[in-house]
């Protein structure tokens, strides 16, 4: 079984920096993507980052030039690198793993932005 722990939400000021860390925990193989998503109050969860296993990145427009998303494929571990955070970031954010056919989702974690 496929656990994700998630680690480094919080409160933070507008204009200031925040990384989220996911780690998968378990029995994995065939990896294609671990990534970030997120769900505001009220609106649907979207795609903040993905990170596929050959390298290729992927973000939201919204969040273009100001986050990144790396990733330690020995440590099945990703990170996402959250700066010049705005209020409309506010948000619970969810780690994706896509792996042999599955997908699996962490619990999230909830970042507030204070303006």
């Known amino acids: 079984q496929v656990q994700l722990v998630e680690s480094g939400g919080g409160l933070v000021q507008a204009g200031g920096s925040l990384r989220l860390s996911c780690a998968a925990l378990?029995?994995?193989?065939?990896?294609?993507?671990m990534g970030w998503y997120r769900q505001a109050p009220g609106k649907h969860r979207e795609m903040v980052a993905r990170h596929s296993t050959v390298g290729s990145t992927d973000y939201a427009d919204s969040v273009k030039g100001r986050f990144a998303i790396s990733r330690d494929n020995a440590k099945n571990t990703v990170y996402l690198q959250m700066n010049s955070l705005k209020p409309e970031d506010t948000a619970v954010y969810y780690c994706m793993l896509s792996y042999a056919g599955n997908l699996s989702w962490g619990k999230g974690t909830l970042i507030t932005v204070s303006s």
């Open positions: 378990g029995s994995i193989s065939s990896i294609n993507s």
